[in-house]
């Protein structure tokens, strides 16, 4: 199921950089990240109405740096394609799960444990390099500054997604997650128009830019219900790993909508993607499988004696 949550959340974020895309002839950046968060917390108020639950929360200083943290990076990622082209924003931006996979590990040195999942960490690292022939980015002298901008947007999201997955093992329900962050780009996508200037949405709107932007905010939402519940329930370098799908159900829909075929070479990344997403998950079930053979059984009749 963790699986099948990240492919989710993977092809509606997907999505969602299409709309992205195509809005951005109706729309500013500071007003497409508005209408994100405006659509996001629409929809979990109507879900929190028709099913239940509570705003209320015990860990406001967590969503407070998830929310942070993920509109900084967002804002920064979003900031570097005018630096660099697409694709090097792109996979500089999805080195966030190589970034995952070295704080694992520090933090595992850190606190003087042998344990580290060197072949999910392996996969991970495989993933990347399917990426890298995918997109097959480049970066010249003048584009530094545009690098280290994504770079860091890179860094950001990772330390987001262990975040998320910290609130997500501390019992807060994937709603309330998604709710704050959803909330926090309202805030930044208000103070972004502001700064310049500009009262958002105040200008003449079409049937199509209104049905992007509508889009892009539930296409948003509901990926990230589905990211966090992936994150919440499974192995981290796991879901980081399949995190990478996304990449690739995107390069499909440049090859239906913009007849942007990778190639030879990049049709190789898609495959060393899905190969290794495949091997990710194969090694992560024989790793249950093992852990579960060595749980100690109980006798009931010994229990009960």
């Known amino acids: 199921m963790q699986s099948l949550w990240m492919l989710v959340a993977s092809f509606l974020f997907s999505i969602m950089g299409v709309c992205v895309k195509l809005a951005g002839d109706y729309y500013t950046t500071a007003e497409i990240v508005l209408c994100r968060g405006l659509v996001g917390v629409a929809v979990i108020c109507g879900i929190v109405f028709v099913r239940g639950g509570t705003f209320r929360t015990p860990f406001p200083k967590d969503h407070l740096i998830r929310g942070g943290v993920g509109v900084v990076s967002l804002w920064m990622w979003f900031y570097s394609f005018s630096l660099l082209p697409v694709a090097t924003a792109t996979t500089l931006n999805y080195m966030s799960s190589?970034?995952?996979?070295?704080?694992?590990?520090?933090?595992?040195?850190?606190?003087?444990?042998?344990?580290?999942?060197?072949?999910?960490?392996?996969?991970?690292?495989?993933?990347?390099?399917?990426?890298?022939?995918?997109?097959?980015?480049?970066?010249?002298?003048?584009?530094?500054?545009?690098?280290?901008?994504?770079?860091?947007?890179?860094?950001?999201?990772?330390?987001v997604y262990l975040q998320v997955r910290k609130l997500g093992l501390?019992?807060?329900?994937?709603?309330?997650?998604?709710?704050?962050?959803?909330?926090?780009?309202?805030?930044?996508?208000?103070?972004?128009?502001?700064?310049?200037?500009?009262?958002?949405?105040?200008?003449?709107?079409?049937?199509?830019?209104?049905?992007?932007?509508f889009t892009i905010g539930l296409t948003a939402t509901l990926a990230q219900i589905a990211m966090t519940r992936a994150y919440r329930?499974?192995?981290?370098?796991?879901?980081?790993?399949?995190?990478?799908?996304?990449?690739?159900?995107?390069?499909?829909?440049?090859?239906?909508?913009?007849?942007?075929?990778?190639?030879?070479?990049?049709?190789?990344?898609?495959?060393?993607?899905?190969?290794?997403?495949?091997?990710?998950?194969?090694?992560?079930?024989?790793s249950n499988q093992s852990a579960a053979k060595n749980v100690p059984k109980v006798d009931p009749i010994a229990t009960e004696v």
């Open 233 to 286: 329930l499974g192995n981290t370098l796991l879901t980081a790993n399949l995190q990478y799908t996304g990449i690739v159900f995107s390069s499909l829909f440049g090859v239906v909508i913009w007849s942007d075929a990778p190639g030879w070479v990049g049709w190789t990344g898609v495959a060393i993607i899905l190969a290794s997403g495949i091997l990710a998950t194969y090694r992560n079930q024989r």
């Open 98 to 159: 190589i970034w995952i996979a070295a704080m694992l590990f520090a933090a595992n040195w850190w606190k003087g444990s042998k344990k580290f999942e060197w072949g999910l960490a392996g996969t991970v690292l495989m993933s990347f390099i399917g990426v890298a022939l995918l997109m097959r980015p480049s970066l010249n002298a003048d584009q530094l500054l545009g690098g280290v901008v994504a770079l860091v947007s890179g860094v950001l999201s990772a330390l």
């Open 170 to 213: 501390l019992g807060e329900p994937e709603y309330r997650v998604v709710f704050y962050f959803s909330l926090t780009g309202v805030v930044a996508g208000l103070a972004g128009n502001l700064f310049t200037g500009k009262i958002p949405l105040f200008h003449a709107h079409s049937a199509t830019g209104a049905l992007l932007a």
